[in-house]
Antibody
Framework: EVQLVESGGGLVQPGKSLRLSCAAS????????MSWVRQAPGKGLEWVSV???????YYADSVTGRFSISRDNSKNILYLQMNNLKSEDTAVYFC?????????????WGAGTPVTVSS | SSELTQDPSVSVALGQTVRITCQGD??????TGWYQQKPGQAPLLVFY???NRPSGIPDRFSGSSSGDTASLTITGAQAEDEADYYC????????????FGGGTKLSVL
């Protein structure tokens, strides 16, 4: 069964760092386009980042320079390293798999992990 | 451009047909994906591309696109279709970024 499970969220102070993990099963993350999407409380979905199977990574303007997406092929885990966190980064973070490896049609989602940035 | 515009809310009588629209420049180059999200749940892809429904999605969900506008149509809306709906596509600026619409809250009356 294809499944994604996020972890690593929690309460963190502004300016600090946090690393989110997304454990995949049923397929190799190395062969898929994998994305992070977030949703602030009561708000809509916001695209955050994508990691191509070829290794290219892209980011939303709001996180460029602070967030880094990566993967561990041996563990089959996708990561999101979040540095210099701001209050506006407070959200539930979802990882998702692209069905087509091009069009960003996110056909598999994890349940999400909540991140709260507050002093 | 990196914006997709949706109506904030739409309502439909039980069993009737409703169309949810999404407008943006990126839709001239990329077909959209449509996501259903119920409270406390992860989004669920319900339609994508030219004419694709993921396995398990009822055939009352369909999509269309013309120019800079895409539509998700629910034919014979059911109570369980009440949810937030989001459109999404790749950004067409060459940035390789993705973009979501602001979401449409569908009420089934």
């Amino acid at each position: 069964e294809v499944q994604l499970v996020e972890s690593g969220g929690g309460l963190v102070q502004p300016g600090k760092s946090l690393r989110l993990s997304c454990a995949a099963s049923g397929f190799p993350v190395s062969s898929s386009y994998m994305s992070w999407v977030r949703q602030a409380p009561g708000k809509g979905l916001e695209w955050v980042s994508v990691l191509y199977s070829e290794g290219n990574a892209y980011y939303a303007d709001s996180v460029t320079g602070r967030f880094s997406i990566s993967r561990d092929n041996s563990k089959n885990i996708l990561y999101l390293q979040m540095n210099n966190l701001k209050s506006e980064d407070t959200a539930v973070y979802f990882c998702a798999r692209d069905l087509t490896d091009y069009y960003y049609y996110l056909g598999v989602w994890g349940a999400g992990t909540p991140v709260t940035v507050s002093s | 451009s990196s914006e997709l515009t949706q109506d904030p809310s739409v309502s439909v009588a039980l069993g009737q047909t409703v169309r949810i629209t999404c407008q943006g420049d990126s839709l001239r180059n990329y077909y959209t994906g449509w996501y259903q999200q119920k409270p406390g749940q992860a989004p669920l892809l319900v339609f994508y591309g030219v004419n694709n429904r993921p396995s398990g999605i009822p055939d009352r969900f369909s999509g269309s696109s013309s120019g800079d506008t895409a539509s998700l149509t629910i034919t014979g809306a059911q109570a369980e279709d009440e949810a937030d709906y989001y459109c999404s596509s790749r950004d067409n600026s060459g940035s390789h970024r993705g973009v979501f619409g602001g979401g449409t809250k569908l009420s089934v009356l």
